[in-house]
């Protein structure tokens, strides 16, 4: 009993970060970008970070600029350490229907 309950508070505890998702180019993986904020040691002024993250998406459910959130585990590949958790907001890029460039339209006429 006791180790069920320190198994399910250690994966409780894992790090989990909230991102947009950048590419979706890989079969069941995705590239989630944070952006942390962060004091300059000297000057204290807040600068931005940008980190890349290489998540698993069993599904590949995610698309490009979604808001997700990924949880850490363990290693999966050479890059991948985290795994899609939920995806906290759809992007309204993804719903738009693709439309034909206008050099198509006028070759197929």
Do not use: C
């Not at 970060?17 to 989630?32: A, H, Q």
């Not at 698993?56 to 459910?61: A, F, I, L, R």
């Not at 229907?97 to 206008?102: A, G, I, N, V």
Request: glycine residues 2%.
């Amino acid at each position: 009993m006791a180790e069920k309950t320190a198994k399910a508070e250690q994966a409780q505890r894992r790090n989990e970060k909230v991102g947009n998702v950048v590419s979706t180019k890989m079969n069941k993986t995705i590239v989630v970008e944070i952006e942390m904020r962060k004091a300059h040691p000297k000057y204290r002024r807040v600068m931005k970070f940008n980190k890349k993250f290489y998540a698993h998406d069993e599904q590949n459910s995610a698309r490009i600029g979604d808001v997700v959130r990924i949880r850490e585990t363990r290693p999966l590949s050479k890059l991948k350490r985290w795994t899609l958790e939920e995806i906290i907001r759809r992007s309204s890029l993804a719903t738009l229907p693709e439309e034909k460039p206008l050099a198509e339209e006028s070759a197929t006429k």
